[in-house]
């Protein structure tokens, strides 16, 4: 059974830093791309950053909202992918879920949607 | 950026009926080198994370029942459930994989009438 568990949620200050953690288990973590999508409160969702697997190069993306203050990473021996989160605003205060992206198919661009999520993890930023 | 946009924002239907939710793209998401769709949809219920439903703008995934389909192409999708069931209540979000940025819809709030 395919698993994600997000860590490292909490409340921080304006300005500050957080790293959030997902660990995967239940299938190869090193053959996915690995995203982060966050919800604010009673809002809808938004695309964070994603990062594909070694065999697609490790290709890192972000949202325009986080580009230049998050950064995504993973380690595949750990089947951990990581989001530090640096110069919190505000308006980062979501939900924080980590999601695996469907099998890569043998496309040479493999589609990044969301096949499996974690619960989801809490990061409010707040003085 | 490819804007999603979704209508209604809520509705409410009876038990049994159908309901239909609407997903227009600001640009096309059909690829015309494998003529796909990049198009999914989700199902969100409170307190809970997204539901994958429907990928490729109309392949339910495994587990999903039937009642739920997704039609469309190019830049105008539905999600149809053809006959409301007391635990579809729900939002529901279409997401375009065309391109990034990765973008949703607004979601779309499903109730019992």
């Not at chain 2, 949809?41 to 739920?68: C, H, M, N």
């Not at chain 2, 389909?69 to 209540?89: K, M, N, R, Y």
Request: net charge positive; hydrophobic share 30%.
């Amino acid at each position: 059974e395919v698993q994600l568990v997000e860590s490292g949620g909490g409340l921080v200050q304006p300005g500050r830093s957080l790293r959030l953690s997902c660990t995967g288990s239940g299938f190869s973590f090193g053959d996915y791309a690995m995203s982060w999508v966050r919800q604010a409160p009673g809002k809808g969702l938004e695309w964070v950053s994603f990062i594909k697997s070694k065999a697609y190069g490790g290709t890192i993306e972000y949202a325009a909202s986080v580009k230049g203050r998050f950064t995504i990473s993973r380690d595949d021996s750990k089947s951990v992918a990581y989001l530090q989160m640096n110069s919190l605003r505000t308006e980062d205060t979501a939900v924080y879920f980590c999601a695996r992206a469907p099998p890569a198919g043998g496309y040479t661009y493999p589609p990044i949607y969301f096949h499996y999520w974690g619960r989801g993890i809490l990061v409010t930023v707040s003085s | 950026d490819i804007v999603m946009t979704q209508s209604p924002d809520s509705l409410a239907v009876s038990l049994g009926e159908r309901a239909t939710i609407s997903c227009k793209s600001s640009q096309s998401v059909l690829y015309s080198s494998n003529n796909k769709n990049y198009l999914a949809w989700y199902q969100q219920k409170p307190g809970q994370p997204p539901k994958l439903l429907i990928d490729w703008a109309s392949t339910r995934e495994s587990g999903v029942p039937d009642r739920f389909s997704g039609s469309g192409s190019a830049t105008d999708f539905t999600l149809t459930i053809s006959s409301l069931q007391a635990e579809d209540v729900a939002v529901y979000y279409c997401q375009q994989y065309y391109t990034t940025p990765l973008t949703f819809g607004g979601g779309t709030k499903v109730e019992i009438k």
